[in-house]
């Protein structure tokens, strides 16, 4: 099963891809829906808000009048937590029955109007946010939904900032344009990622990877390594003593293969073979092939053992090192990326070694291409090593 969380702020239009998503196959839980049904009359949530806010929240047939429950409601912050405390588990519980209801092979989609305030991010398999301008969302929710300007803003000013839910976002979907210009970007969702990702996943099957292309710095990497950094802490637990972004990607203005590259830091090799069934079934699939790095010269081959995980998403490619504490796999991952980070010579002299690489790869895709990067790569690893160790040690 494949899950999708869908957010977006106040009438930027995520309704709309909800629809458009059930339309071509996924199954929704709506966050709304179910939130409207666990205090619909003669629920016990219904009645735990009459008790926290009073009965003038309620309508003349007995029902929640949520304009009324709003104006209480959203006034502070202590109003709001009570809301939240009586609402939320009620949610969530419903919310995890339709879920368990669910097909296998389903591609479930969550419209959770609170995803990014609440931070559930870390349990779905991609997050997708709807955005528009503010103007534009206010403009609609007046007209569609009768909702002045000031109450929409009310509430728009707790919820999270656009540029917290751009960090949330694996996809984002630009709904300024209108229909016409949103679904299309829905279907190509839905046909170029989510039915591949969710076959990837059910056969715990990385997805394909192209030619090896070196691209600008991108400010959004970071972004990218701690969504994912979240979702492989939920699925690892205690298992993983940390968790960390590596590689050229954790190098802020390094040009780099368009490649998140991540380190889990285990005990010991127990600790790693333990969470590889847990891994591959949140989207991060075990490469068996590979179970060691290139050892460097003067030390043990022995110590450089290692597992890779690597990705199921095909619009997210990810690879995943699990190595043990205190190794020298696992030392020299963080260091080099240290080293880069403060040392400009540093970054200048690695990025002329991955042109090169890049240029003896061009035109060759998959483990051929791989061999021919790694060709040109491994010895200049070789020979920096000790350089890095060694600056290391004087920190």
């Given at each position: 099963m494949l899950r999708i969380g869908l957010s977006g702020g106040m009438g930027a239009g995520k309704s709309t891809v909800a629809r458009a998503l059930v339309e071509r196959g996924a199954i929704l839980v709506d966050g709304d829906a179910i939130a409207r049904e666990v205090v619909a009359p003669g629920t016990p949530g219904l009645a735990a808000l009459v008790s926290a806010f009073g009965a003038g929240i309620l309508a003349a047939d007995g029902s929640l009048n949520r304009p009324a429950l709003a104006a209480v409601a959203f006034a502070d912050d202590e109003a709001r937590a009570?809301?939240?405390?009586?609402?939320?588990?009620?949610?969530?519980?419903?919310?995890?029955?339709?879920?368990?209801?669910?097909?296998?092979?389903?591609?479930?989609?969550?419209?959770?109007?609170?995803?990014?305030?609440?931070?559930?991010?870390?349990?779905?398999?991609?997050?997708?946010?709807?955005?528009?301008?503010?103007?534009?969302?206010?403009?609609?929710?007046?007209?569609?939904?009768?909702?002045?300007?000031?109450?929409?803003?009310?509430?728009?000013?707790?919820?999270?900032?656009?540029?917290?839910?751009?960090?949330?976002?694996?996809?984002?979907?630009?709904?300024?344009?209108?229909?016409?210009?949103?679904?299309?970007?829905?279907?190509?969702l839905w046909h170029e990622r989510l039915v591949p990702f969710e076959r990837n996943l059910r056969n715990r099957e990385r997805a394909?990877?192209?030619?090896?292309?070196?691209?600008?710095?991108?400010?959004?990497?970071?972004?990218?390594?701690?969504?994912?950094?979240?979702?492989?802490?939920?699925?690892?637990?205690?298992?993983?003593?940390?968790?960390?972004?590596?590689?050229?990607?954790?190098?802020?203005?390094?040009?780099?293969?368009?490649?998140?590259?991540l380190q889990i830091t285990v005990a010991d090799w127990a600790a790693a073979d333990g969470i590889a069934d847990a891994l591959a079934a949140a989207g991060f699939p075990r490469l068996d092939d590979i179970r060691a790095d290139d050892p460097k010269p003067g030390t043990d081959p022995a110590a450089w053992e290692k597992r890779v995980h690597v990705n199921a998403d095909p619009g997210r490619a990810v690879n995943v090192h699990v190595r043990v504490e205190g190794s020298p796999g696992q030392r020299f991952a963080l260091e080099f990326r240290d080293w880069l980070r403060v040392d400009p010579a540093a970054r200048e002299e690695y990025s002329a070694v991955e042109r090169k690489a890049e240029a003896a790869a061009a035109g060759l895709t998959g483990s051929a291409a791989i061999a021919e990067y790694l060709a040109v790569e491994g010895p200049w690893f070789d020979e920096v090593y000790p350089r890095v160790l060694a600056w290391a040690d004087t920190r």
């Open positions: 009570t809301l939240n405390g009586i609402t939320h588990p009620l949610v969530g519980q419903r919310t995890a029955e339709l879920i368990a209801a669910a097909p296998a092979d389903a591609i479930v989609v969550q419209d959770i109007p609170l995803l990014v305030e609440n931070r559930l991010g870390a349990l779905m398999n991609l997050v997708v946010i709807v955005q528009a301008d503010l103007p534009l969302r206010l403009r609609r929710l007046e007209e569609f939904r009768g909702i002045s300007p000031a109450d929409a803003m009310a509430r728009i000013d707790v919820q999270a900032t656009d540029d917290q839910r751009r960090a949330a976002a694996d996809v984002l979907l630009d709904n300024n344009a209108g229909a016409d210009d949103l679904l299309p970007q829905v279907d190509a394909p990877r192209g030619a090896i292309r070196l691209v600008a710095s991108d400010p959004a990497w970071p972004d990218a390594a701690e969504r994912l950094r979240g979702r492989i802490a939920l699925v690892c637990g205690a298992e993983a003593r940390r968790i960390d972004h590596i590689g050229s990607t954790a190098v802020p203005g390094l040009a780099a293969e368009d490649v998140i590259d």
